[in-house]
């Protein structure tokens, strides 16, 4: 009787194990299940977020020049005026911002988007937008000209053509005609080498022959109803160093060197 007692008592217990096992295995499961709903919740709000943080709030930069850099001469006017500036790769510095991709201390590089009007000195404060709603003086940005520019900012490479790019750029938004020709048209530009014409026009011939179904509006667009606009195609998150560090550190290394030297 006893022995069958603890059969009993033995089998109660592995019964017992095997309820509480398969609980907890529900509870785990359904915890599981909570962790990864919110998870997919939670990514799907980041994303939000994100996306609204992306185009969305304002920034203001310190200019800080254009590098590689020419000096033109272009007319907005079919050549019956014209008025000189420099063509290149803009580099800003961050000095306040209220968007996401932006932080104080980093930088950014950018191509000017808009001929008619100035950057602000010392600082300009730019509305982050759309490329189609950008405030170009005189005449609107527009879907057609938006998804030509995004077609060249997400096709072609500046490397090394920084100048032409921005040549491009300004002919493709500044250009009242559906004809893209520095030569002639509303927007023009004098004397240009024959090396870069050919190559400028290579990428009309280019934007001409090419489809815009599906072209990406990722860029981001600072824009301004008093300064230039710009089209932004590098952000640095990285603190610029200020000249007080750069001593410090250009003076840190030249103690290390001369230790190594003196070994």
């Known amino acids: 009787m006893h022995l069958h007692g603890y059969w009993l008592l033995e089998g109660v217990s592995q019964v017992s194990l095997i309820v509480s096992a398969e609980t907890r295995l529900r509870e785990s499961s359904w915890l599981e299940m909570e962790v990864s709903v919110r998870n997919v919740l939670g990514g799907f709000l980041m994303l939000l977020v994100l996306a609204s943080c992306g185009k ?3 920034v203001t930069g310190s200019y800080e020049g254009v590098s590689p850099s020419l000096s033109i001469s272009y007319s907005t006017d079919s050549g019956a005026e014209w008025a000189t500036t420099k063509a290149g790769r803009y580099h800003f510095n961050v ?3 209220e968007s996401g991709p932006f932080t104080v201390g980093g930088s950014f590089d950018a191509y000017c988007i808009d001929v008619y009007q100035r950057f602000g000195k010392p600082l300009t404060t730019w509305t982050v937008m759309e490329l189609e709603a950008a405030p170009i003086p005189d005449h ?3 879907s057609v000209k938006a998804e030509q520019l995004s ?4 096709t072609v490479s500046d490397v090394g053509s920084e100048v032409d790019f921005q040549l491009a750029i300004w002919e493709i938004v500044t250009e009242s005609s559906t004809s893209y020709n520095l030569d002639d048209g509303s927007f ?3 004397d240009l080498s024959a090396e870069r014409t050919a190559r400028l026009s290579g990428w009309f011939t280019a934007l001409d022959d090419a489809s815009l179904d599906g072209v990406s509006d990722s860029i981001i667009v600072l ?3 008093s300064n ?6 590098e952000i640095s998150t990285t603190p610029v160093p200020e000249p ?3 001593l410090l550190l250009c003076l840190g290394a030249g103690a290390i060197l001369k230790r190594r030297r003196r070994k």
């Not at 077609?151 to 997400?154: D, E, G, T």
């Not at 230039?228 to 195609?233: F, G, L, P, R, S």
Request: proline share 0%; aromatic share 8%.
């Open 140 to 142: 609107a940005m527009g």
């Open 223 to 225: 824009g301004s109803d």
């Open 188 to 190: 023009r530009i004098k």
């Open 95 to 97: 000095t306040a911002s």
């Open 151 to 154: 077609w060249l900012l997400s």
């Open 244 to 246: 007080t560090t750069m």
């Open 56 to 58: 969305a709030g304002t």
């Open 228 to 233: 230039q606009d710009y089209a932004v195609v």
